[in-house]
């Protein structure tokens, strides 16, 4: 019986797949980069897919417009309507919004998008570590987060916030556990006040999911935190605490960090364990 593959797929300027495959190596996948253009029969063997950050064709016209319309997301779709795991990771999520894979609430039309930062007294880009809150049972995270379980993860994206035109939307997906990471204050609880919620996200969105959950669009960066080594010294949670009980000999550099739960959900899923 072959081992598990996941493919990560290499759009033309993204710059983090170099360290998610890595993660996912670590978490025992057999993790390839995969070009886009790469033909469909070599990605027909992969179990799972993770489009990853960076700035796909310099995020011309919109955020991962151009990249939502190359052939490897048809083959993508597909993967996905039978099951397969994917997660899209920033410039990722935004492919996957763009593509109409996500949320998919109403068949695989556009329904939601990742619209410029909203923050007082500036825009554009913005790099930071926030906290997030796991809430809802409905995507592959639930094998590694308990409800209302909050975590630390840095974000660094321009055009971040989740929004639809269509009024009470993100209701309907926080109703149907579709928003399963939420923007939340240091003691946990979820928020869209500014600066806790560092884009203006429609109801604290982080993450949203599609209708099976096996597809999950995420704007902060897993694999940036999943080494302790990554937590910034000073970091106010306790995971700056165990980065901090470092300089007493406890721990390793190269423990796990918060974000590599994220990816071992996606490694889980992948599998196919049990939650």
């Avoid at 890595?22 to 025992?28: P, T």
């Avoid at 011309?60 to 994917?86: N, Q």
């Avoid at 930071?128 to 209302?148: N, P, Y």
């Amino acid at each position: 019986m072959r081992s598990k593959r996941a493919a990560v797929i290499r759009f033309p300027g993204v710059n983090c797949e170099e360290e998610t495959a890595r993660a996912l190596h670590r978490l025992g996948l057999d993790a390839d980069i995969v070009r886009w253009n790469e033909g469909e029969g070599l990605l027909d063997c992969y179990d799972g897919f993770v489009l990853p950050g960076g700035f796909s064709y310099q995020d011309r016209v919109r955020a991962g417009a151009i990249a939502s319309r190359e052939p490897i997301l048809e083959t993508i779709a597909r993967a996905a309507a039978r099951g397969a795991p994917i997660l899209g990771i920033c410039n990722g999520a935004q492919i996957l919004v763009e593509a109409g894979l996500v949320p998919g609430l109403d068949g695989e039309r556009i329904e939601a998008a990742l619209a410029p930062n909203r923050m007082p007294h500036r825009t554009g880009y913005h790099c930071a570590w926030v906290e997030v809150v796991h809430e809802g049972k409905g995507s592959f995270l639930a094998r590694a987060f308990a409800e209302g379980e909050s975590f630390p993860l840095p974000v660094a994206h321009a055009e971040g916030r989740f929004v639809s035109r269509e009024e009470g939307f993100f209701m309907k997906l926080l109703e149907r556990g579709q928003i399963p990471l939420r923007y939340a204050t240091p003691e946990g609880k979820a928020t869209d006040a500014h600066p806790f919620c560092p884009n203006g996200s429609t109801l604290g969105a982080a993450a949203v999911a599609n209708r099976a959950g096996n597809v999950v669009a995420m704007m902060p960066h897993p694999e940036r935190a999943a080494w302790l080594h990554q937590v910034p010294d000073g970091l106010p949670s306790v995971w700056g605490r165990k980065k901090a009980r470092l300089r007493d000999g406890e721990g390793s550099l190269f423990d796990a960090g918060p974000g590599l739960a994220v990816l071992a959900a996606f490694a889980g899923a992948v599998r196919g364990e049990m939650r």
